[in-house]
């Protein structure tokens, strides 16, 4: 089930997310615009007009068992960013390189 967690919460869950799925594994975070409603909007019918009082972003991450979310207001999208950029730069080094050789290949193949 997935909880809205506060923001160092989210990161230290995340950092342990990442950590866990470091040798094998994937996870996969998504970022959306939030206004705050729970239920969604209804399709035909009155239309209510319902407009945030400021914008907000819902991050979601998950590894395919564990789910994680949290809601960034605008006030501390800075600080939250700043974190959540040296988290990830901390964790994004078990990328594998590009092979340079197959599209050195694949350009003398074309021409």
Known sequence: ????????????????????????????????????????????????SFEPADNKCLIRASDGKKKLSTVVSTKEVIKFQMAYSNLLRAHMDGLKKKDKKSKSKKTKATQ
């Open 1 to 48: 089930m997935s909880q809205i967690m506060m923001d160092v919460q989210f990161l230290t869950e995340l950092t342990r997310l990442f950590q866990k799925c470091r040798s094998s594994g994937s996870v996969v975070i998504t970022l959306k615009k939030y206004d705050g409603r729970t239920k969604p909007v209804p399709k035909k019918g009155q239309a209510e």
